[in-house]
């Protein structure tokens, strides 16, 4: 539209322009003007189907009654639920061992297993172990040994290594394990065994020397 096209209809380009970014503005944030569309928006995004299950867990010998998403994995119920959070979720696809806990005195990723799995087990986890004041002797022989550097991978390297140890008590082989009728100790078996659980920090030489230790009684 030309100048004098404008003047006949008795408005201004100026007047064009103002009306046209007005216009654009309401468009712009129409939808949102409304805050009752807005947060119905958010709600329709919550499944109200999502099953949930009420359970009892055995934690450090403290049972715990919750209700949860059964979709919920034992590592989220740890920390997110129960706030222990020694437990770190690293990969949280059961590849880097941080997660580890015992259950029933064996060693697992609880990022790999739903909460609702282990009602009735007995779920051991790093808090479960020792405390800053009676340290359990893994715990002891890691400070004594290093092995640790920036500690994420710690607690779930200590649960392993003490479940660990009852394995070749136990005289479950390994790959590794020369004679599988007659399993022993060696630096061997706990780099075989330990191999799941990865430390970004590559303080491996000292964990080593921190089961060996523990293995030897020198730390009860």
């Known amino acids: 539209m030309e100048d ?13 322009l103002q009306s046209s ?26 499944d109200p189907t999502v099953p949930t299950a009420h359970f009892d867990l055995n934690i450090n010998g403290t049972r715990h009654d919750l209700t949860l998403d059964t979709r919920t994995t034992l590592l989220d119920a740890l920390r997110d639920h129960l706030h222990l959070t020694g437990s770190k979720k690293g990969c949280d696809h059961g590849q880097c061992g941080a997660c580890t806990v015992m259950v029933n005195g064996r060693r697992i990723n609880s990022c790999l297993t739903l909460a609702v799995m282990h009602e009735g087990d007995e779920i051991t986890t790093i808090e479960g172990l ?4 009676r340290l359990h002797p893994m ?30 008590e136990a005289g479950i082989p390994s790959h590794v394990s020369e004679d599988i009728q007659n399993v022993a100790f060696s630096d061997n078996e706990v780099r075989e ?17 921190a089961i060996r230790d523990v293995q030897s009684g020198e730390r009860i």
């Open 4 to 16: 004098k096209d404008l003047c006949r209809i008795g408005i201004t380009r100026r007047e064009v």
């Open 21 to 46: 970014v007005a216009a654009a503005a309401v468009l712009a944030i129409g939808p949102l003007a409304d805050k009752s569309d807005a947060e119905a928006a958010v709600v329709n995004t919550v």
């Open 130 to 133: 020792g405390t800053p004041d």
């Open 139 to 168: 715990q002891a022989a890691f400070v004594a040994h290093d092995g640790f550097q920036c500690g994420y991978c710690t607690p779930g390297q200590i649960c392993s290594a003490v479940a660990m140890l009852k394995e070749i």
């Open 193 to 209: 065994r330990m191999s799941g659980n990865i430390c970004r920090c590559a303080a491996y030489p000292n964990i080593v020397a």
